[in-house]
């Protein structure tokens, strides 16, 4: 593999890159290459494989796109059978690259096609009859298009794998695989992912051709631009903890590990007053992109998720990301803290730890290279505020007849009131059960106290 020189950053002027594209990186206001784009611009450009390693948030979807696009333009598909292919791990992923590059895709009058689960497939099908160019695809659904001869790929000249790292953790190497052994042998690669662990070394042995290496923001440090902190906090209080950073002014995203504790935590703070909206697997496509929406132009201002939204999602001005349940794993403390302060900007990521996980917490940053700040909080204490912004809610229930919310099944555990290993452990259930929905109302009623209700 060959480690060139730094380009340093030439400005988007002086690369190969035609006029039209140029004159719509000028109206979108784009100026400037970030470093990934400056490093990787003009070797993608002449068709070398890349291998780019750089957290989300550091602009490699340009980086990859305008090659991807310069070297397909002046050509057209033939039905069902696309001339580049750009692999991503989710579906909010494959949307988000999928608009950050039409303006692009339209001044070089290209077609695109996003082919991503949870959306209609005929849609699709139709989209990749009429014939596109250029095809953004999960590979669950690109498989699946495959089996109906709705799509093939021997004529996909570029072929990009974004967030290599999530595909092979979600599982999908068998598809990645099996894609790459369909695109054309002699075409361009280009390989992005924060980690270089082994099912993606693999990959790059297996499918790259003497790739140019450039790394950017290597992962270990890689959310430098955050201030990471670990707020300890007493179990019963844990939830008045949570939903008072929620009423913060400005947004705030929060992590939580289950879809049944999304859903109950979006109920109780949308019952006190707080714009929340969750988002999860569980939620339909269309679901998920309005909320989405909703949150990037302010009408939801708490965005409660689990790690579905952790990977690849691009939220300007999101200053506080909250682990509401610790990540056990150091490479999902990561992507969910590269939520915030990306492209250069400063943001805080918070870990609300019991007592009880310090030593996990503690054990999870140390390996993702972070040295956090931990301090002791409680409820309505100054010293919340001045972290978070936290502030007491209004009280003013969001959802007509929701004053308390009540959840399906009330004898469920909120999974961000114990350890993940009690909510999952089962013995004791009931009484466990019914001392966290006793703690509920409890937080509520010391949160009504404060508020002078």
Same mark, same amino acid.
């Given at each position: 593999?060959?480690?060139? @020189? ?27 290459p970030f470093p990934i784009q400056a490093a990787t611009l003009p070797d993608a450009l002449t068709g070398r494989d890349v ?6 948030? +550091? ?24 001339? /580049? ?58 498989? @699946? ?35 790459? @052994? ?36 290597? +992962? ?28 913060? @002014? ?7 590990? !289950? ?49 579905? /939204? ?26 969910? /803290?590269?939520?915030?302060?990306? /492209? ?17 917490? +503690? ?32 009280? !003013? ?25 009690d909510a999952s452990r089962g013995t004791g259930g009931k009484s466990r059960k019914a001392g966290e929905a006793r703690k ?7 949160a009504q106290v404060r508020r002078g209700g």
């Amino acid at each position: 593999m060959n480690h060139p @020189d730094d380009h340093g950053t030439a400005s988007f002027s002086e690369m190969a890159l035609p006029p039209q594209v140029l004159r719509t990186l000028t109206e979108l206001g784009v100026r400037e290459p970030f470093p990934i784009q400056a490093a990787t611009l003009p070797d993608a450009l002449t068709g070398r494989d890349v291998l780019g390693r750089g957290r989300t948030g +550091s602009g490699k979807t340009l980086a990859f796109g305008l090659p991807l696009l310069v070297r397909t333009a002046g050509q057209r598909a033939e039905a069902k059978q696309p001339l /580049a292919l750009i692999l991503v791990p989710t579906r909010e992923l494959a949307q988000q690259v999928t608009e950050a590059l039409a303006p692009y895709a339209d001044a070089l009058r290209l077609r695109m096609a996003a082919v991503v689960g949870g959306m209609s497939i005929g849609r699709q099908t139709a989209a990749l009859r009429e014939g596109a160019e250029v095809v953004v695809a999960t590979p669950g659904r690109l498989h @699946d298009l495959i089996g109906r001869k709705a799509c093939r790929l021997d004529r996909v000249r570029i072929t990009v794998l974004d967030e290599a790292d999530q595909m092979c953790d979600m599982g999908f190497l068998p598809q990645v695989t099996e894609v790459l @052994d369909q695109v054309r042998p002699e075409g361009q690669r280009m390989l992005f992912s924060a980690t270089l662990d082994r099912d993606v070394d693999q990959l790059v042995s297996r499918y790259l051709n003497e790739p140019v290496v450039h790394s950017v923001d290597p +992962s270990a440090g890689a959310v430098s631009t955050s201030d990471h902190h670990v707020l300890v906090v007493h179990g019963p209080d844990r939830y008045a903890v949570t939903t008072e950073i929620a009423a913060r @002014d400005g947004r705030v995203l929060l992590f939580l590990d !289950t879809k049944h504790a999304v859903d109950q935590l979006t109920r109780h703070l949308r019952a006190g007053g707080v714009h929340a909206a969750a988002l999860h697997s569980g939620k339909s496509q269309p679901q998920r992109t309005r909320t989405l929406a909703q949150f990037k132009d302010g009408q939801v201002t708490v965005l409660v998720a689990t790690n579905v /939204a952790a990977r690849g999602l691009h939220i300007d001005d999101l200053d506080l990301v909250v682990n509401v349940d610790p990540p056990t794993d150091p490479k999902d403390y990561l992507h969910r /803290a590269g939520r915030t302060a990306r /492209a250069g900007e400063s943001g805080k990521v918070v870990t609300l730890v019991l007592s009880g996980q310090r030593r996990e917490t +503690s054990r999870v940053m140390a390996e993702a290279g972070i040295e956090p700040t931990v301090t002791k909080v409680r409820s309505g204490e100054a010293e919340l505020s001045r972290i978070t912004g936290a502030k007491a809610p209004s009280g !003013t229930p969001l959802d007509r007849g929701s004053a308390v919310p009540r959840p399906k099944n009330t004898n469920a555990p909120f999974r961000g009131l114990g350890t993940s290993k009690d909510a999952s452990r089962g013995t004791g259930g009931k009484s466990r059960k019914a001392g966290e929905a006793r703690k509920l109302a409890e937080a509520r009623r010391a949160a009504q106290v404060r508020r002078g209700g």
